[in-house]
């Protein structure tokens, strides 16, 4: 009983993880572009002949910072589907 028990913590605290980090990788990576992009629209509003580039480092940091958002992702469902910590416990 007690092994169905720490097995049932270990999933409970997994999927609190899971939530966290799909969550607030989600949420840093909007305020991160948000950020950008307006600081992108500031910068070419201030001086229209350095939009392009501007444009190419904006596009350049899109794709960083969705990936770091992937990367997350990528974990939390390696931890959903193949959770190392399950074979901490004793039999």
């Known amino acids: ?22 969550g607030l990788g989600a949420l840093g990576a909007c305020i991160g572009i948000g950020i950008m992009c ?6 070419a509003a201030r001086q229209p002949e350095m939009i392009p580039v ?17 990367i997350g992702v990528g974990l939390a469902m390696m931890f959903a589907f193949a959770n190392p910590l399950l074979s901490v416990i004793p039999k």
């Open 38 to 43: 307006s600081s992108f629209l500031d910068g």
């Open 1 to 22: 009983m007690e092994t169905l028990t720490l097995l049932a913590q270990i999933q409970a605290y997994t999927g609190i993880g899971i939530g966290l980090i799909i």
């Open 54 to 70: 501007l444009q190419g480092k904006v596009f350049l940091l899109l794709g960083l910072i969705d990936a770091s958002f992937i």
